[in-house]
C-alpha cells in the first residue's frame, strides 16, 4: 500500500519559514521524481516545485528563490523548505510520488498571517 504523510506545516508570521516534510512508503522512492503542489482556497492546485531522481529542480516562478525542494533517499522522505513567506502562500500544500501514474498525500495546511 502506497502511502505519502506530509508533515510541518501550520501557522507562520509573513518573512517567517516553515519546512515541510513527505515521508513515502510502499514505494521504490528512488525512482520517483517527487512534487510539491498548493491548493489555495477557491483556485486549483497548482504545481511548486519539483526534484527529478537524479536531483535536478524545477520551481514556480512564484517561489523561486524562496523554496526550495530536496530529497533523502535512505529515508525515503521530499522536503520543501519554505523561506521569506509571504500571505498568499497560504494553502494546503501536498506531496505527489510520479512514475507511470502519481500517488498524492493528504496535504498539509500552511497559513502565512499576522
Known amino acids: 500500500q502506497v502511502q505519502l504523510v506530509e508533515s510541518g506545516g501550520g501557522l507562520v508570521q509573513p518573512g517567517g519559514s516553515l519546512r515541510l516534510s513527505c515521508a513515502a512508503s510502499?514505494?521504490?522512492?528512488?525512482?520517483?521524481?517527487m512534487r510539491w503542489y498548493r491548493q489555495a482556497p477557491g483556485k486549483q492546485r497548482v504545481l511548486v516545485a519539483g526534484i527529478t531522481t537524479d536531483g535536478s529542480t524545477n520551481y514556480a516562478d512564484s517561489v523561486k528563490g524562496r523554496f526550495t525542494i530536496s530529497r533523502d533517499n535512505a529515508k525515503n522522505t521530499v522536503y520543501l523548505q519554505m523561506n521569506s513567506l509571504k500571505p498568499e502562500d497560504t494553502a494546503v500544500y501536498y506531496c505527489?510520488?510520479?512514475?507511470?501514474?502519481?500517488?498524492w498525500g493528504q496535504g498539509t495546511q500552511v497559513t502565512v498571517s499576522s
Open positions: 510502499g514505494i521504490l522512492f528512488k525512482i520517483y521524481a
Open positions: 505527489s510520488a510520479l512514475l507511470r501514474s502519481a500517488y
